[in-house]
Structure formats: C-alpha cells, structure tokens
C-alpha cells in the first residue's frame, strides 16, 4: 500500500442509547433551529427600520408600531413576539393572561446599542446580514462538496460585501488606531509624519478611510479584486472627506505595486486563492523597516480549543464563505478561517518573512505583524 492510498473507514459499533444525551441533544437541536429563524427575521427588522423605530419610542404595541411605521399591524405582532421570545427586544409587561394584541415592546439601552448603533463594537446588523447571505449558497455549496470546486467571494449575494462590512467596521473603530497599530514596530511614528499604506482585500474601504482619518499626513492604496466593493469604497472616502488621499484599484492582492511603509490585510488573507502570492506581493512592496499587519479572525492550532460558541460560528462562516473562496482559483489553497496562528505563521515564512509573530489579540481578533 502507498502513502497516496485511501485508507478504509472504520464501521462504527453502536453502543446503547442513553436517553439523557438524546434529550439534550435534540434540544440543542431545537435551540439552534430556533436561533436559525430568529437571525433573518433580525435581519427583516433591521431592513425595516423597527429597532431604530422602537428604540426612539415608549413601549408600544404591534397597533401603536404599526402606526408609526405604516408596516402591517398583523405581521408586526408575531414579528415582536419572536423577537421577545429571542430576547432581542423587551417585552413590557408581567400579565400572565395577556394576549399578544395588547402587548408593549420596548429595546432595553443594551439591545439598542447592539442593534441601533453602528459605531458601537457591540453592532450586530452586519453579522445579521452577511450571514443570512451566506446560507444564499446553499445549493451552491451542495454541488462543491461533490466536485470540490469552489465558489468566488464575487459570487455571493451583494448582502455579503454590505453586511461584512456592516459587522467588521464596529471593531475596526473601537480597535485598529487605538491598539493595533500602536503594537506593531515603529509604524504609528511613520503614518503620523506622512507614511504610506496599502489596505490589501480593502472590500468597501472602511478600514482605509479609519486609517486615512485617524493620520491626516498619510497616504492610501485600497486595493481589491471586486469593481463593486472598489466602487462603493470609493463613495464612502468622498463622504468622509478623505479621498484625496486614498486611490483604490480593482486588482488582485498578487498585482500589488509600490512601496509601502505598511500593508494591511484585514480579515481577508484567508479567503484568498493565493495566500502565499499574495503575501510575497505584500513583501516585494514593503519600504525598508516597514511592517505587514494581517488581522484574521480568532483561530487556533488544536481541534479542543476550536470547541466553543465563536468556534462554532466562525467554522460555519469558513463553510458557507471562506473556505468556498479560497478554493475558486488556483492555486486553490483553501485556507480557510481556522488556520490557527502556527500555520499562519508557516505562511508569512514560507513568504520569505523571518519574524512572523502575534502582536495583539482581541476576543474575535488575531493581529499579526510580518517583518522581512
């Protein structure tokens, strides 16, 4: 037998059933398909405007709601009812007899924050979004696993490109000028007197324009495959007053040109055919003593630590989005999301970086900095 020969799979012995486990299980089971319905019904209010619309009311009822925003009293109260029973908004009452016509409905400070305020870190709209998107695919996704092909981040539902941006741009505020940057080697000191930058994968620019506000002197390359991202990127600099400059191409990462004193990839590297091209573009196009900062999702090197709810969510994103991505052109390396740190250091050597290291974590987070 060669090395390149498959190996039989074991036939399972069944034990007995313990009806305890059974239990649970199923009632994991209903929990998640419960959860399943709630995200593009939350996806629905949002579409709506019902949480900005609660949060600037007293507690209302789907009669009251339903005058205020002229939307369908009837669908309004079974759309407040599933969201209470979610524990997205408030309902307002103790009454064991009421009924669901009479019921008020209000968004605690906490749920407004998360559902209402874009700038917060707690922002969840864009996650409602990008992942409704996802399960668009499904079908798509059905016929990969049989062919192993891929699928193109440009071929996912365009509620993909608004609601990632929508979900990362929160954390990107709260974290990229304030902890990031500061904790690679010398760079806050380049932008402030004047640095250059390529944001690599930039999708629709939201991490390019917090650069370019936040160091006034510097100036931007957003780079990204996606004409309609680059495109919408190029909207949102001219409405932060930032356009001068920040110049977006529509190119792939392995055609990025220049000198750079910094080359960033924001939670893309992992979707990319060519990770290892791409890196060794970034590093062919770094001035002497400049950095690469890749920010990627949380992940990590052993299957028990990737056990947990973020776990969970991340490996079905990887599933429905990144994984797909990665595989839709060669060299189709399929990285996917959950690498784990000592593969995507593997990758920035194999590169030709000689540091490869973590410079900072959040909870959702891993930062790198890749140094020649």
Known sequence: M???????APVATRSPIDPTVLEALVG???????????????????????????????????????????????????????????????????????????????????????????????????????????????????ESFRTGEGIGWHEQHEDMFLGTERFFRPGYLANLTGSWI??????????????????????????????AAAYPRARLVGLDYHPESVELARDRAESAGVADRISFRVAPATELTGQYDLVTFFDCLHDMPDPVGALRAA??????????????????????????????????????????SGLS?????????????????????????RDAHLATSTEVNHVYELRP
């Open 182 to 211: 500061p904790a690679l080697t010398g760079i806050e000191e380049r932008l402030v007197a004047g640095g250059t930058v390529a944001d690599v994968g930039c999708g629709l620019g939201s991490s390019t324009v917090i650069l």
């Open 28 to 142: 994991q089971i209903i929990t998640d398909a419960g959860a399943a319905l709630v995200v593009p019904l939350g996806l629905l209010g949002d579409r709506l405007g019902l949480f900005d619309a609660l949060a600037g009311l007293e507690p209302v009822t789907a009669e009251q709601l339903a005058a205020e925003t002229g939307l369908s009293e009837r669908y309004l109260r079974e759309w407040l009812l599933a969201m209470a029973a979610a524990g997205y908004i408030t309902y307002d009452g103790s009454d064991m007899d009421e009924s669901a016509p009479s019921a008020r409905y209000r968004l605690s400070p906490e749920q407004a924050e998360v559902f209402t305020n874009p700038d917060s870190p707690a922002y969840v709209a864009g996650a409602l979004q990008n992942l409704t998107a996802a399960t668009r695919m499904l079908d798509r996704l059905t």
């Open 329 to 353: 052109a060669p060299p189709a390396a399929g990285l996917g999301n959950q690498a784990g740190p000592r593969r995507t250091c593997e990758l920035a050597r194999e590169a030709g970086f």
């Open 2 to 8: 060669t090395s390149t020969t498959p190996t039989a």
């Open 283 to 324: 590093r062919a196009a770094l001035a002497e003593g400049g950095s690469v900062m890749l920010v990627e999702p949380m992940s990590w090197d052993h299957v028990p630590e990737v056990l947990n709810p973020l776990g969970r969510l991340l490996l079905g994103a990887s599933l429905f989005v990144c994984l797909p």
